[in-house]
């Protein structure tokens, strides 16, 4: 069974940075898609970038320009480097990994279009004003 853990969250003033990472343990597909994801509270969960098997990338709108995705494949760890944090950025985030293999477009790496099968446990970002 594949094993995901998240590390690197905390709290952090706005405009501050922070870069989270995501150990995969136990997960052969290197092929499929990967993303991190977050949910605030009272809200649903979002997507916030995606990698696809070809290395491509994907950030949303609300992210775009701020955050980026990367894929360490010798250490099987996935990074998101935050920047220019903002208040509406707090949120528990989460990394989570498909096991479809999946070349292409990574704005296709969302959920609905990919199966998302294993999930991190999260980690707490804060920004505050």
């Known amino acids: 069974q594949a094993h995901l853990a998240e590390s690197g969250g905390g709290s952090v003033q706005a405009g501050g940075s922070l870069r989270l990472s995501c150990k995969a343990s136990?997960?052969?597909?290197?092929?499929?898609?990967m993303g991190w994801f977050r949910q605030a509270p009272g809200k649903e969960r979002e997507g916030v970038a995606y990698?696809?098997?070809?290395?491509?990338?994907y950030s949303t709108d609300s992210v775009k320009g701020r955050f980026a995705i990367s894929r360490d494949y010798e250490r099987s760890t996935m990074y998101l480097q935050m920047n220019n944090l903002k208040p509406e950025d707090t949120a528990v985030y989460y990394c989570?990994?498909?096991?479809?293999?999946?070349?292409?477009?990574?704005?296709?790496?969302?959920?609905?279009?990919?199966?998302?099968?294993?999930w991190g446990q999260g980690t707490q970002v804060t920004v505050s004003t």
């Open positions: 989570a990994a498909a096991t479809v293999s999946y070349y292409g477009p990574a704005d296709l790496c969302d959920r609905q279009s990919q199966t998302y099968n294993y």
């Open positions: 136990r997960y052969p597909y290197t092929s499929a898609c």
């Open positions: 990698i696809s098997g070809d290395g491509t990338t």
